[in-house]
């Protein structure tokens, strides 16, 4: 075996089952990165703290999640896999992080405007130190890199910044910068083909939907919204559609469309219909493997366990450093 390149982190909100949205642009890099690197991946539910109205689900979506992401080939034997808090160390790392953050830094993120403006009743505290805490989860794994979408990169440059500012504070090295890597699928669109794919929009595709769900769901997408009768020519570079078919189905396929489309020889509801069927055949090992684990309740539940377990190793290791170049009485130095 070779030797692994470095440390990953990445986590994730419980937002329950997963989307198309999430397999493209997380999830199939998380299962891609456990060959190389060693993984670390986190069902982040104290973020989660910050926008949700009641913690009800909290529980459930997190196990869902768990769920689709074992079934999807996040693999326990190559990867820490666990819920933040289960390992209570990031809370500490958070508020020491803290102390070497400026006010005005996380207020001026575009992403708390953002956040702001989508909860404008709910501008709590924890919604401004966000990218503070999300700083805690990636330095207290000493993570080399984090895999993130164009949108995370200010949130990595600013936990580049509070690695900097923290060992240049107390005088150390101890915490490391880590480095992004951009996703390679940072946008799948929804169904409605404007907006990215979200829960929240209505406009998803869930991983583990049945075929028939997700055929219904397929064929409401929509195409190219020049192409009005089923005659007219459509163009697929501007259509949802065949950005799906391009990961979902042979290149024959692909190429075959793509011609026929521009012709009028291939309508909408066909194109699509093909799409279901090649969506639904990619996702059957995922469905099956999905059965097989929601039959065992207890598995999921160990296997977070057991992560948090070994997150818990490598926490303390970093805390009991940071400590120690703070100079907190008590800890030998
Ligand atoms: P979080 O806000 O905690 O990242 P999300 O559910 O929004 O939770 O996203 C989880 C992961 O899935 C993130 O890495 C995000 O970039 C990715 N993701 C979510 N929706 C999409 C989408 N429509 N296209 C591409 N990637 C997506």
Same mark, same amino acid.
């Given at each position: 075996?070779?030797?692994?390149?470095?440390?990953?982190?990445?986590?994730?909100?419980?937002?329950?089952?997963?989307?198309?949205?999430?397999?493209?642009?997380?999830?199939?890099?998380?299962?891609?990165?456990?060959?190389?690197?060693?993984?670390?991946?986190?069902?982040?539910?104290?973020?989660?703290?910050?926008?949700?109205?009641?913690?009800?689900?909290?529980?459930?979506?997190?196990?869902?999640?768990?769920?689709?992401?074992?079934?999807?080939?996040?693999?326990?034997?190559?990867?820490?896999?666990?819920?933040?808090?289960?390992?209570?160390?990031?809370?500490?790392?958070?508020?020491?992080?803290?102390?070497?953050?400026?006010?005005?830094?996380?207020?001026?993120?575009?992403?708390?405007?953002?956040?702001?403006?989508?909860?404008?009743?709910?501008?709590?505290?924890?919604?401004?130190?966000?990218?503070?805490?999300?700083?805690?989860?990636?330095?207290?794994?000493?993570?080399?890199?984090?895999?993130?979408?164009?949108?995370?990169?200010?949130?990595?440059?600013?936990?580049?910044?509070?690695?900097?500012?923290?060992?240049?504070?107390?005088?150390?090295?101890?915490?490391?910068?880590?480095?992004?890597?951009?996703?390679?699928?940072?946008?799948?669109?929804?169904?409605?083909?404007?907006?990215?794919?979200?829960?929240?929009?209505?406009?998803?595709?869930?991983?583990?939907?049945?075929?028939?769900?997700?055929?219904?769901?397929?064929?409401?997408?929509?195409?190219?919204?020049?192409?009005?009768?089923?005659?007219?020519?459509?163009?697929?570079?501007?259509?949802? *559609?065949?950005?799906?078919?391009?990961?979902?189905?042979?290149?024959?396929?692909?190429?075959?469309?793509?011609?026929?489309?521009?012709?009028?020889?291939?309508?909408?509801?066909?194109?699509?219909?093909?799409?279901?069927?090649?969506?639904?055949?990619?996702?059957?090992?995922?469905?099956?493997?999905?059965?097989?684990?929601?039959?065992?309740?207890?598995? *999921?539940?160990?296997?977070?366990?057991?992560?948090?377990?070994?997150?818990?190793?490598?926490?303390?290791?970093?805390?009991?450093?940071?400590?120690?170049?703070?100079?907190?009485?008590?800890?030998?130095?």
């Amino acid at each position: 075996m070779t030797a692994k390149k470095g440390r990953v982190f990445s986590g994730a909100r419980p937002t329950g089952r997963q989307h198309l949205g999430n397999y493209l642009g997380a999830i199939k890099n998380y299962v891609a990165m456990q060959d190389d690197y060693r993984t670390v991946y986190c069902i982040v539910d104290i973020h989660a703290l910050t926008t949700v109205e009641t913690t009800k689900d909290l529980a459930f979506n997190t196990q869902e999640m768990a769920l689709d992401w074992l079934a999807a080939g996040m693999d326990p034997k190559q990867s820490i896999i666990f819920v933040q808090s289960h390992v209570p160390e990031v809370m500490e790392l958070h508020t020491i992080l803290s102390m070497v953050t400026p006010l005005g830094k996380l207020t001026a993120l575009p992403t708390f405007k953002e956040k702001v403006r989508d909860n404008p009743d709910n501008v709590n505290y924890g919604l401004v130190g966000y990218p503070v805490l999300m700083s805690a989860d990636i330095l207290l794994y000493k993570a080399d890199a984090v895999p993130v979408g164009t949108d995370q990169i200010p949130h990595l440059e600013f936990a580049r910044e509070v690695v900097r500012s923290f060992n240049f504070h107390y005088e150390t090295d101890v915490l490391i910068e880590p480095q992004a890597v951009i996703t390679k699928i940072p946008k799948v669109l929804g169904i409605d083909g404007e907006r990215k794919m979200s829960k929240s929009l209505n406009n998803h595709i869930e991983l583990a939907a049945t075929p028939e769900e997700t055929e219904k769901r397929v064929m409401s997408m929509v195409t190219d919204p020049q192409r009005q009768r089923r005659n007219d020519p459509g163009n697929p570079d501007v259509c949802n *559609v065949f950005t799906l078919h391009k990961i979902f189905s042979s290149e024959n396929e692909v190429e075959s469309i793509n011609k026929d489309c521009r012709i009028a020889e291939i309508g909408c509801v066909d194109c699509k219909r093909k799409l279901a069927a090649n969506l639904n055949k990619h996702l059957e090992p995922f469905r099956a493997k999905r059965k097989e684990l929601e039959g065992d309740p207890d598995y *999921v539940r160990d296997v977070l366990l057991d992560g948090a377990k070994r997150a818990k190793v490598i926490a303390a290791e970093t805390m009991a450093e940071v400590r120690e170049a703070i100079g907190f009485y008590g800890v030998k130095g």
